[in-house]
């Protein structure tokens, strides 16, 4: 099942439980490490409590809330996260409003289709210079 059946499968009810589906599958072992499926999965099948109903994208996913999701595809997920760990790497800080931003820009997998390089580290990277060359200014 690819990850877009997987997500339609749980929003038709017809996978209540993760750990059967990680059974069904010929790659548990990749599955069971695909943090964009699991947070897409804790997305669907969770209920956000009182307090992160009032929390932004980016105070839910600095928070380990899987509610910034709720609206990503499982490969934007994956999007993030890897830039996440890229950015964090290279020592940048305070980047996941820009991030979740971006992501969701009508363009954004368009981008993507073209390269295997990581868009938003790069674009999270451009943006930061972008900055620093208008301070000073």
Known sequence: MKPEGFEQA???GEITDFEPYLQETNNIKEDLYDMGLM???RALME???TIEKT???AQLFESGSPFWATDLTIQQI????DACKELERQGYSEFAGYLLTQVREPDYDR???FTDLPVLSISYR?????QEMRKNQ
Request: hydrophobic share 40%.
């Open 10 to 12: 749980v929003l038709a």
């Open 39 to 41: 947070t897409k999965y």
């Open 47 to 49: 209920v956000p409590s």
């Open 55 to 57: 929390m932004s994208e």
């Open 78 to 81: 994956r999007d993030v996260l």
């Open 111 to 113: 981008e993507r289709a």
């Open 126 to 130: 451009w943006y930061k210079l972008d």
